[in-house]
């Protein structure tokens, strides 16, 4: 199979899902109103909710629901064929990704910028708000935690581009005064900003760094501090301070990426070395359920309705908005993932170095995934993802130490637009949880994110060296799929309380529902026979939670039923 074939093919296939399904849920089952005032104009307040320009918002929403997880997930789902992987990537994307974020953000700006969890108590019932909102709660204590991580591990795996990512800081705030205080074009002083971050590129490439190790704390420990520490600072700020212009920058660098790397695939044009379906690779589990929760974002993420009702609502202009930001992100998001796959699955094969020995082709494939146990590990999903987009854009002419740093470069930024997201967000569930238990004092911004920092940080040294977070990497997906699962759950009650129709979210609902489940099954059983009670308790107690949500939100769905 020729990988520009297969980018292309999913090219059209997004824009003709953008342009009827997509239209169909804006107009026939969410109604939208372009008249209607958002939260961002009746509560104003500077800081959370800010009315932002439509093509800054969705840089924002874009790079904070990407992440690392369309890279990681499909660059270790491609072990069981591109094939696989690629037909879920496309259906996941269009019909229940993209429509559980249009869902999440919509009837959260129905309802004051509400987070979906705070929500599903106004729509299903109030004990299903508690259930739901320690289901949130331990959902991003895993990411804060595993995104700190991963970040270290991306520095140390590519101290180039230390320097680029730190300096994106400074740039950013410099962009946000120019626009936001000065009032000066975001389209011109945007682009000047990225000019700006890669000069930085350039600089990182000859000017690595590395942390030193101090004492018994591992460099990538040291690392981790820091990056929470910087995710504290950075989820208390104002958005327009460091948030808007940092992803809005982050934007421009995923459109100048994924350009570079769809002009890469037209230019080398690849073939596929990936096999087209395996079943059975050595070790792996089997493809279901595990393929459904493996591939995680890059087909739909519960993380997205956190992002979608957190912040994004807050800071919407109108109601027409949502579609280009939040159906169309998922799209693009879904084009990322499927890109990976091309990376991995065909750039690999252009050449992948191991132990001083240059491999080729399908034997380079091999290499890189000889079996699920060294597939599977952080460094060498990244190093899949780095190595083959680094190959197709040095067919542009770029040299391979400038391409690989860019590409670093790309995955630590994203993954840092998660990571301080994902800390403002818990902020928000703690503070909430605490008004629901009469708590006023954990309401408050500055203790609310303590707890949230704090608690990711026990986490990640839960087994020494800053690591221990990546132990829960076998949770993560199957977590992530129920909340987008959950969050279906309550839009479909949503829409049947309107008397709108509910398959288009119910279908998605049930299938995710089973599927994570079942995943999970899989997962308790796993953790329980190697004594990873840790990971064992988490799930269980998670699988509790949502069983209880489930049936309280079956028998509200059961009576509306009922009474149309």
């Not at 958002?38 to 104003?44: I, L, M």
């Not at 808007?244 to 995923?254: E, G, T, V």
């Not at 391979?400 to 403002?424: C, E, N």
């Not at 986490?459 to 799929?481: E, R």
């Amino acid at each position: 199979m020729n990988s520009l074939l297969l980018a292309l093919t999913a090219l059209i296939l997004y824009i003709i899902a953008y342009r009827t399904y997509g239209r169909f849920l804006a107009r026939r089952i969410f109604k939208i109103d372009p008249t209607a005032r958002c939260p961002s104009e009746t509560h104003h307040d500077g800081v959370d909710f800010v009315a932002t320009d439509k093509l800054v918002l969705f840089g924002h929403h874009f790079t904070s629901i990407a992440g690392t997880g369309p890279i990681v997930g499909p660059a270790i789902a491609i072990i069981w064929g591109w094939l696989p992987a690629l037909i879920w990537i496309l259906v996941g994307s269009i019909f229940m990704g993209a429509v559980h974020d249009f869902g999440s953000m919509i009837i959260s700006m129905r309802n004051e910028g509400r987070s979906i969890g705070d929500l599903a108590g106004s729509i299903i019932s109030p004990r299903v708000k508690v259930l739901f909102m320690l289901i949130i709660f331990f959902a991003l204590w895993i990411v804060i935690a595993i995104f700190g991580v991963v970040i270290a591990s991306v520095f140390s795996l590519f101290p180039a581009a230390v320097l680029p990512v730190w300096l994106q800081l400074p740039i950013a705030i410099w962009l946000g005064v120019m626009v936001y205080k000065k009032g000066k074009s975001h389209i011109v002083y945007g682009i000047i900003a990225t000019l700006l971050m890669y000069a930085t590129i350039v600089l990182g490439a000859f000017l690595p760094v590395e942390l030193p190790a101090l004492g018994n704390l591992s460099s990538a420990g040291t690392w981790v501090i820091l990056l929470l520490v910087y995710a504290y600072i950075a989820s208390i700020l104002p958005v327009t301070t460091l948030l808007q212009p940092r992803d809005y920058i982050n934007a421009f660098q995923l459109c100048i990426a994924m350009a570079l790397l769809l002009l890469g695939i037209l230019v080398v044009h690849p073939p596929m070395v990936a096999p087209v379906a395996d079943f059975s690779p050595e070790g792996a589990p089997a493809i279901f359920p595990l393929l459904f929760i493996t591939v995680a974002c890059g087909a739909i993420s519960g993380f997205h309705c956190l992002v979608s009702s957190g912040t994004t609502s807050k800071q919407c202009d109108s109601e027409a908005s949502a579609q280009p930001i939040s159906y169309g992100g998922m799209l693009l998001e879904g084009l990322l993932a499927i890109i990976v796959i091309i990376a991995c699955g065909a750039g690999i094969g252009l050449g992948l170095e191991k132990e001083g020995v240059l491999y080729t082709g399908v034997e380079a494939f091999n290499q890189q995934y000889p079996s699920w146990q060294s597939a599977q590990g952080l460094g060498a999903k990244i190093e899949a993802f780095v190595t083959g987009a680094s190959n197709i854009i040095a067919g542009l002419g770029l040299p391979p130490g400038i391409g690989i740093t860019i590409m670093g470069v790309f995955v630590a930024s994203f993954a840092a637009t998660t990571l301080d997201t994902a800390t403002r967000i818990q902020r928000y569930i703690i503070s909430e949880i605490a008004a629901s238990c009469k708590v006023p004092v954990l309401t408050k911004k500055h203790p609310a994110t303590f707890i949230a920092v704090f608690t990711a940080l026990l986490l990640a040294f839960s087994s020494g060296g800053g690591k221990g977070a990546l132990a829960l990497w076998p949770l993560f997906g199957a977590i992530n799929q129920l909340l987008g699962g959950l969050a279906l759950l309550v839009i479909t009650v949503w829409l049947a309380r309107k008397n709108s129709p509910i398959i288009y979210t119910a279908i998605p609902m049930v299938f995710m529902i089973v599927i994570t489940g079942w995943a999970m099954k899989i997962n308790l059983i796993d953790f329980y026979a190697q004594g990873e009670w840790l990971l064992f308790s988490i799930g269980f107690l998670i699988t509790i939670l949502q069983t209880w949500m489930v049936v309280e939100g079956t028998i509200v769905l059961a009576r509306l039923r009922k009474k149309s």
